[in-house]
């Protein structure tokens, strides 16, 4: 189901604002559909800045090796709205099709009756419905902006919640510094409930910790305790329990170590694997779509130079950009090729801390309007916010006039390698352009 479907433009003009944290509409809401949030299986609830995805992705792999019928909750999509909501089934879960998605969504826009709702919100409350009516042994439940007021934190009492990475983004929302954001958060600690968290700037640990401390949760922080090294291609984790020694995760980048540590220790801490082999079948079988994705064939990969290696990746701030900017430079330590940088961000990014981190590593930059977004920079400025950051950059009119410009402008040898990132709606765009969407 896409953005053009009559149901989800009519619940799209339910709130003038795309985002408005608060609980009490959706809690209005529940009510009204006999609290489909009190009969939902048991659940894994992840918050963060960074990595959120993937650790919902390992944990999903996790559990379905195990033999767990895994509901999945995530957001943004990348292509199509049922990305977002995915069912658990023996041998693993589905992405939920529009007939049924349809009728939940149908059902919750019955209940709310017109009132004044969220986009977000109405659509937690539908994937609530079929959560809690469709049966699985988990649900591994992502927030969409924070925690403390997301929509999802209407669960009372989840296995495990987990806090991954916390850094600077959606500042209008959660606050300008680490703190702040790390006290929203924080928000999805609940009373006696362990939490596993990342590593964490010292401001961003002394305030979970606090957050833990108060609702007597018992902690599992990284580098404290619990630690995560690849050492001679291998993944070591040790926590209390004891060392495990693991494939490294199938997902590109050496940040997806620190990722697998977190997934590892929250799956330790919930005590909801059966079999210890589960943890190393994660990480040989986990997907991600549109974080470090390598693109080997489709129509946007036929119209870039011949035998250039494409990347997507939709990370958008700061941290991500040093993360997603250490990945290339281990590939170009790998095998060396040019590389260059397609990129489109929105407006509520800091676009030249993004850059930062590829000065000296990228060639040059090519930058687009991220297609279908209203908060999106305009190539122009998005072009001057890389030159800021003493990168070589030029507007582009869509990602497929950059490959053309590309090819018809430079000479490398060997092929390039080309990374096209800096916003999750544009990883999507290409996804689809390209006709590889997410299954």
Do not use: C
């Not at 001057?384 to 490398?412: C, H, I, K, Y």
């Amino acid at each position: 189901m896409d953005a053009t479907s009559p149901i989800l433009e009519r619940i799209s003009a339910l709130h003038p604002k795309r985002i408005d944290l608060s609980l009490g509409r959706l809690e209005r809401l529940l009510a009204a559909l006999d609290h489909p949030e009190r009969r939902l299986p048991p659940v894994l609830h992840v918050a963060g800045t960074n990595g959120k995805g993937s650790v919902v992705a390992m944990l999903r792999a996790m559990l379905e090796a195990d033999g767990k019928r895994t509901h999945v909750y995530t957001s943004p999509h990348l292509v199509r709205f049922n990305e977002r909501i995915r069912l658990g089934a023996e041998g693993g879960g589905q992405l939920v099709t529009d007939e049924v998605l349809t009728e939940a969504l149908s059902r919750a826009e019955e209940a709310n009756a017109g009132e004044p709702i969220t986009f977000f919100e109405i659509t937690t409350a539908a994937a609530f419905l079929l959560f809690a009516e469709h049966p699985a042994d988990a649900l591994v439940l992502e927030t969409g902006l924070g925690g403390r007021l997301d929509a999802t934190n209407v669960v009372e009492r989840p296995l495990v919640s987990i806090i991954t990475s916390i850094g600077i983004d959606h500042v209008g929302f959660l606050g300008p510094t680490i703190g702040e954001i790390a006290a929203e958060k924080a928000g999805i600690i609940k009373r006696g409930v362990p939490v596993v968290s990342a590593p964490q700037r010292p401001e961003a640990s002394a305030v979970i910790e606090r957050a833990a401390a108060r609702a007597s949760a018992p902690l599992h922080l990284g580098n404290a305790d619990w630690t995560v090294v690849q050492e001679h291609g291998r993944l070591v984790f040790q926590d209390n329990d004891g060392l495990v020694d693991l494939p490294v995760p199938r997902l590109a980048g050496r940040h997806q170590t620190l990722n697998a540590g977190v997934a590892i220790a929250a799956a330790r801490a919930a005590k909801i694997l059966d079999d210890p082999a589960s943890l190393e079948a994660g990480m040989t079988r986990v997907e991600w779509p549109g974080r470090l994705q390598r693109l080997t064939k489709g129509r946007i990969v036929d119209s870039g130079p011949r035998d250039a290696e494409i990347w997507l990746d939709g990370g958008h701030n700061a941290d991500a950009g040093e993360v997603v900017a250490a990945a290339m430079a281990d590939l170009e330590d790998r095998v060396s090729r040019p590389l260059f940088l397609i990129a489109g961000m929105l407006s509520t990014k800091d676009p030249t801390a993004y850059f930062q981190p590829f000065a000296g590593l990228v060639r040059h930059v090519f930058t687009v309007r991220v297609p279908g977004s209203e908060a999106a920079i305009e190539a122009g400025p998005l072009a001057d916010a890389a030159e800021a950051a003493q990168l070589s950059a030029e507007p582009a009119g869509s990602v497929r006039t950059a490959l053309r410009l590309l090819s018809e402008n430079w000479r490398f040898e060997p092929p390039p390698r080309i990374l096209i990132a800096g916003s999750l709606y544009l990883v999507g765009d290409v996804l689809a352009q390209n006709g590889t969407p997410p299954t």
